[in-house]
């Protein structure tokens, strides 16, 4: 089998440039490894794509490929072993000792016939959650993202977040629109998309917006800045709102030795008795709820900061996508649902 190669491309983001240097340039290379994925570009990204040669084309794009056979429903999977994997990165990243991973998960895929592999890619300039999946065969890999098909491709995660959201919200219940955010305190993608996202808002004030905590492990305070949120939500929608403002307008004052006495006083800046919100913060309840939010998250396949759903229709990228686009895509979602 030949060496898989690593290489990195830019993507829009401004703060690539370090990454870049330190992977190598970008050439000869004939498939996207999604590892430092760019498609929500926020805290689950890095905002680069790293790109490899692999032995996934089994087919030169010389010769005609046949279409696979249909796998039959509800086949099972042979999933691979965690040294399986683990080898299978140490031949595609052990050439840089700056590179190191850990596996997440190894489970059957939402389709049939894939396994899906969870794995937590770092490297001096950060932390990236990322996917990839196994053919029934254990011999391919296959990068890129399993996104919804059919005449409604967004119904599905519509319909689940409608019965699923638990979050503080703004904008009428009986809206056309519901513009759902999952987002981490503790994120600076989260912070960096608020301009947009309050932008979006005033310019919907019928739409409804709802705010669901999805705090990343890789952030060593987001669980807790997720449990005041929601202690502060229970104690006052309004106050939730200004508290979300100034924790990220703070978020780099924030560490998880100060995090409750920042967080605490933050409470009191928004109106509440922080006190009160550290005591219930610190509650089973507070997880509770937080872990209901992440599981909802997970249920429409949320795997980074910040994921915005407009009507199921998920989007990333919020501060790259202008303002317009956000728009149409609000008024398209209203005129559809009608």
């Not at 977040?161 to 009428?172: A, D, M, N, Q």
């Not at 004030?205 to 997720?226: D, I």
């Not at 709102?241 to 006083?265: G, M, S």
Request: glycine share 8%.
């Amino acid at each position: 089998m030949r060496s898989p190669k690593l290489s990195v491309i830019l993507s829009e983001a401004k703060d690539t440039t370090s990454l870049s240097s330190t992977l190598g340039p970008a050439r000869h290379f004939c498939h996207r490894f999604g590892f430092f994925r760019s498609s929500i570009g926020g805290c689950s990204s890095l905002m680069v794509r790293l790109l490899l040669t692999c032995s996934l084309a089994a087919a030169q794009t010389s010769t005609a490929a046949k279409p696979a056979d249909k796998p039959a429903s509800g086949a099972s999977v042979t999933l691979p072993s965690e040294a399986t994997v683990d080898s299978f990165m140490q031949q595609t990243f052990g050439y840089d000792s700056q590179v190191s991973w850990k596996i997440s998960s190894i489970k059957p895929a939402p389709v049939p016939g894939l396994a899906q592999v969870d794995v937590m890619l770092a490297s001096p300039q950060g932390q990236q959650g990322s996917r990839f999946f196994v053919t029934a065969d254990g011999e391919h890999a296959v990068i890129g993202d399993i996104i919804p098909f059919g005449a409604k491709p967004f119904d599905p995660a519509k319909k689940t977040l409608e019965k699923g959201i638990t979050g503080p919200s703004r904008g009428p219940k009986g809206a056309p629109v519901t513009i759902v955010e999952f987002g981490d305190l503790q994120c600076p993608a989260c912070k960096a998309a608020q301009p947009a996202i309050e932008g979006l808002v005033a310019a919907e004030p019928n739409a409804r917006f709802v705010f669901q905590s999805f705090p990343l492990e890789m952030h060593n305070w987001a669980a807790k800045g997720a449990a005041y949120a929601d202690c502060v939500a229970q104690a006052s929608n309004d106050a939730f709102w200004k508290f979300v403002a100034k924790t990220y307008e703070t978020q780099a004052d924030i560490t998880a030795a100060n995090a409750d006495e920042k967080l605490t006083a933050l409470s009191d800046g928004a109106g509440v008795k922080g006190a009160e919100i550290a005591a219930c913060a610190s509650a089973p309840a507070a997880k509770a709820h937080v872990d209901t939010s992440l599981a909802l998250g997970k249920a429409v396949n949320v795997t980074g900061t910040p994921t915005l759903f407009i009507n199921g229709r998920s989007l990333g990228n919020i501060s790259q996508v202008p303002a317009a686009t956000l728009k149409s895509l609000v008024d398209f979602a209203a005129k559809e649902g009608k």
